[in-house]
Protein backbone atom coordinates (compact mmCIF):
# COMPACT_ATOMS: atom_id res chain seq x y z
CA UNK A 1 0.00 0.00 0.00
CA UNK A 2 1.15 3.62 -1.23
CA UNK A 3 1.91 5.94 1.69
CA UNK A 4 1.27 9.76 0.93
CA UNK A 5 4.69 10.56 0.66
CA UNK A 6 5.21 7.89 -2.18
CA UNK A 7 2.73 9.36 -4.38
CA UNK A 8 4.10 12.50 -3.76
CA UNK A 9 7.62 11.08 -4.65
CA UNK A 10 6.21 9.05 -7.63
CA UNK A 11 4.37 12.09 -9.16
CA UNK A 12 7.59 14.12 -8.63
CA UNK A 13 9.40 11.45 -10.53
CA UNK A 14 6.60 11.65 -13.55
CA UNK A 15 7.00 15.39 -13.57
CA UNK A 16 10.57 15.22 -14.25
CA UNK A 17 10.61 12.17 -16.84
CA UNK A 18 8.28 14.41 -18.88
CA UNK A 19 10.10 17.50 -18.52
CA UNK A 20 13.21 15.69 -20.10
CA UNK A 21 11.10 14.09 -22.67
CA UNK A 22 10.21 17.95 -23.82
CA UNK A 23 13.85 18.62 -23.38
CA UNK A 24 14.93 15.88 -26.00
CA UNK A 25 12.67 16.66 -27.58
CA UNK A 26 14.29 20.12 -28.31
CA UNK A 27 17.83 19.02 -28.04
CA UNK A 28 20.52 20.56 -30.30
CA UNK A 29 23.31 19.22 -30.76
CA UNK A 30 26.46 21.28 -30.02
CA UNK A 31 28.62 19.66 -32.09
CA UNK A 32 32.39 20.12 -30.16
CA UNK A 33 32.65 20.02 -26.66
CA UNK A 34 35.68 20.52 -24.89
CA UNK A 35 37.11 19.07 -21.24
CA UNK A 36 38.70 21.90 -19.41
CA UNK A 37 40.46 21.71 -16.49
CA UNK A 38 42.15 24.47 -14.84
CA UNK A 39 44.01 24.65 -11.53
CA UNK A 40 47.13 26.12 -9.82
CA UNK A 41 49.68 23.73 -8.06
CA UNK A 42 50.24 27.22 -5.69
CA UNK A 43 53.12 28.42 -8.17
CA UNK A 44 51.27 28.58 -11.59
CA UNK A 45 47.63 28.20 -13.39
CA UNK A 46 47.69 25.36 -15.47
CA UNK A 47 44.53 24.04 -17.98
CA UNK A 48 44.38 20.56 -19.46
CA UNK A 49 41.86 20.37 -22.19
CA UNK A 50 40.66 16.96 -24.37
CA UNK A 51 40.71 18.74 -27.39
CA UNK A 52 40.30 15.15 -29.34
CA UNK A 53 36.97 14.90 -27.18
CA UNK A 54 38.46 11.36 -26.10
CA UNK A 55 36.97 12.38 -22.11
CA UNK A 56 40.39 11.31 -21.17
CA UNK A 57 42.54 13.99 -19.75
CA UNK A 58 45.68 11.78 -19.91
CA UNK A 59 46.91 11.65 -22.93
CA UNK A 60 46.17 16.00 -23.11
CA UNK A 61 48.96 18.25 -22.54
CA UNK A 62 49.32 20.42 -19.64
CA UNK A 63 49.60 24.19 -21.17
CA UNK A 64 50.51 26.94 -18.20
CA UNK A 65 50.10 29.47 -20.81
CA UNK A 66 46.28 30.12 -21.20
CA UNK A 67 46.76 33.39 -23.09
CA UNK A 68 48.49 30.35 -25.80
CA UNK A 69 46.15 28.04 -25.11
CA UNK A 70 43.16 30.40 -26.12
CA UNK A 71 44.42 31.83 -29.08
CA UNK A 72 45.41 27.93 -30.38
CA UNK A 73 41.41 27.55 -29.41
CA UNK A 74 40.83 30.37 -31.68
CA UNK A 75 42.98 28.89 -34.36
CA UNK A 76 41.15 25.55 -34.27
CA UNK A 77 37.43 26.66 -34.18
CA UNK A 78 38.07 29.01 -37.11
Known amino acids: MSTKADMVIKIN ?3 KIEILKDVLKNYDNPDIIFDVVVFNNES ?9 ESDD ?4 LLEMNLIV ?7 LLN
Open 69 to 75: LLFSFFL
Open 44 to 52: DWKVVVDVD
Open 57 to 60: LQDE
Open 13 to 15: LEV
